[in-house]
């Protein structure tokens, strides 16, 4: 039936798309990173680095996305995150794009109370070679929970036990009474 397909359109529309966070993407990254700060890393600025260092945690600990083009961005407003095998709801405003990460990584940078000449040496890292996404969009896991979820519909609503009456002689039939006796 029409209303069937329309639900059935419904639940593949609400899915919220799933992605893996990559642990090992995360934990090279933040390697990498670490290894080129400690090229010009001082025991007198070692708080400044050291909160750089957090900062960057920081936010591939909150996940990095680079959302695919089949999906329409726009209309994505949260996605699940499975970490270690559990997934949880994330809203995509409140995670980074490649262009947001590097936005606040550089706006930190310059905030810290360092030499120019330090300033300078972060800028020339080029920090768009170190920061990668670290959550995968998994297509194969989002299908199955649209398919988990259009086998939970109900070909029909309400239920019908042998023998209940459904209408009596004179009553008014509604709606939802029409459905139970098509």
């Given at each position: 039936s029409e209303e069937l397909q329309a639900e059935i359109e419904r639940v593949?529309?609400?899915q919220p798309p799933i992605f893996v966070f990559n642990e090992?993407?995360?934990t090279g990254q933040i390697k990498l990173f670490?290894?080129?700060?400690?090229?010009?890393k001082?025991?007198?600025h070692e708080?400044?680095?050291n909160a750089f260092l957090d900062k960057f945690k920081a936010i591939y600990e909150k996940g990095i996305i680079l959302m695919p083009a089949k999906l329409p961005a726009?209309?994505?407003k949260s996605i699940l995150v499975v970490r270690n095998n559990i997934a949880q709801e994330e809203k995509v405003e409140e995670l980074y794009t490649l262009k947001k990460a590097y936005s606040e990584l550089t706006a930190f940078a310059n905030s810290l109370k360092l030499p120019q000449n330090v300033k300078e040496n972060i800028a020339?890292?080029?920090l768009n070679d170190i920061l990668k996404q670290n959550l995968e969009y998994d297509a194969n896991r989002t299908k199955a929970a649209v398919e988990n979820s259009i086998k939970k519909i109900s070909p029909t609503q309400g239920m019908v036990r042998q023998g209940e009456c459904i209408i009596t002689k004179g009553e008014l039939v509604t709606p939802e009474k029409y459905k139970?006796?098509?």
């Open positions: 593949g529309a609400e090992n993407t995360t670490n290894e080129r700060i400690n090229r010009f001082s025991e007198k708080k400044e680095f726009s209309k994505v020339g890292m080029n139970i006796l098509d």
